[in-house]
């Protein structure tokens, strides 16, 4: 399945604080920090204290990143209002279901120490149908509550969002946050995000670093006297995703921020955009990841996420 995704963002960006509309009407920042594997204590505080400075006003954690009292800690230390501040966590598979779900977003506010969080996400698809819509009718419970303001999904294939938009929730997913790079691009779940008014997310941008030594990647860098890592976050903002960057070094945040005074040009984007090959470099969630395949007991080798996701 081929798209056409290098079609113009669908927001103007301007700079550190350019924003999309979600569908439920409330801004996101288009580029966050991520702290996955950021341990938690100064290393994850220092790296949240480092983008709020660099001008960041999108923070993304979770429960299973167990770094979320640093993230509440360092926004405290910022000064910065909270509500000028954009804060993701998500539910783990372990807390899915109902009851479980509203009582592991009041653990995860505790830790944050905040009233509320603007994004809730259902980490992991893994738990199985009946549990993932009890999580999501929590999810909307906790949106009537005022403790969350959007919710979304993270790592669903396109049969989930199936699953799930065919419950007809009162409130729809605004976001579904993947695994996305441009040697994992997914057409099919962009095409479906698209058509259904969902915002995709892109964690993993920049591939763990696995490709930054990439020949086609470096030359475009060197074309735009950027660095391959500012190419990565740049194409992905130029496809209309919001953009998640993972760094606790502060240079390197600093230098995944300074993405808006150029544009790729579209002879750039069509040269990245053709270098799918379906290669995960996330470790446990990612729908291709070992946990998926060794949970479903696929032994095949999978060629493409959509030959995957026919049969899951």
């Known amino acids: 399945m081929s798209i056409n995704l290098s079609t113009?963002?669908?927001?103007?960006?301007?700079?550190?604080?350019?924003?999309?509309?979600?569908?439920?009407?409330r801004p996101i920042p288009v580029l966050g920090l991520g702290v996955y594997q950021s341990t938690a204590g100064s290393e994850a505080e220092n790296a949240v204290l480092w983008a709020l400075q660099a001008g960041y006003r999108h923070i993304d954690t979770a429960t299973a990143y167990e770094n979320e009292e640093s993230v509440g800690d360092?926004?405290?230390m910022s000064g910065i209002?909270?509500?000028?501040?954009?804060?993701?966590?998500?539910?783990?598979?372990?807390?899915?279901?109902?009851?479980?779900?509203i009582a592991a977003l009041e653990l995860?506010?505790?830790k944050l120490g905040l009233d509320y969080v603007d994004l809730y996400l259902i980490h992991s698809p893994l738990c199985g149908s009946e549990s993932r819509w009890e999580s999501w009718k929590a999810f909307q419970e906790l949106v009537k509550q005022g403790k969350v303001k959007s919710i979304g999904v993270s790592n669903y294939g396109v049969?989930?969002?199936?699953?799930?938009?065919?419950?007809?929730p009162e409130i729809p997913p605004a976001v579904n946050q993947?695994?996305?790079h441009p040697w994992l691009i997914?057409?099919?779940?962009?095409?479906?995000?698209?058509e259904n008014n969902i915002a995709v997310e892109a964690y993993s941008p920049l591939c763990q670093a696995i490709k930054l030594k990439d020949t086609k990647v470096k030359a475009i860098a060197d074309k735009y006297n950027k660095s391959p890592a500012q190419v990565l976050i740049r194409w992905s903002l130029q496809n209309g995703n919001i953009v998640i960057p993972k760094s606790a070094k502060k240079e390197r945040i600093e230098e995944n921020a300074d993405v808006f005074d150029f544009n790729l040009a579209n002879e750039d984007m069509a040269i990245l955009d053709a270098m799918n090959e379906g290669f995960v470099c996330?470790?446990?969630?990612?729908?291709?990841?070992?946990?998926?395949?060794?949970?479903?007991?696929?032994q095949a080798n999978l060629h493409t996420l959509s030959h995957f996701q026919t049969h899951w």
């Open 8 to 25: 113009k963002a669908p927001i103007e960006l301007q700079g550190l604080q350019s924003t999309r509309t979600l569908v439920d009407g």
């Open 74 to 76: 360092a926004i405290r």
């Open 81 to 101: 209002p909270r509500e000028d501040i954009f804060v993701t966590t998500k539910l783990t598979e372990d807390d899915q279901g109902y009851e479980s779900a």
């Open 108 to 110: 995860s506010l505790k």
């Open 159 to 168: 049969r989930h969002l199936e699953e799930l938009l065919g419950n007809n």
């Open 178 to 180: 993947i695994e996305l």
């Open 186 to 194: 997914r057409p099919d779940i962009i095409q479906y995000c698209r």
């Open 282 to 298: 996330g470790e446990c969630l990612s729908p291709l990841s070992p946990l998926h395949l060794r949970a479903l007991s696929i």
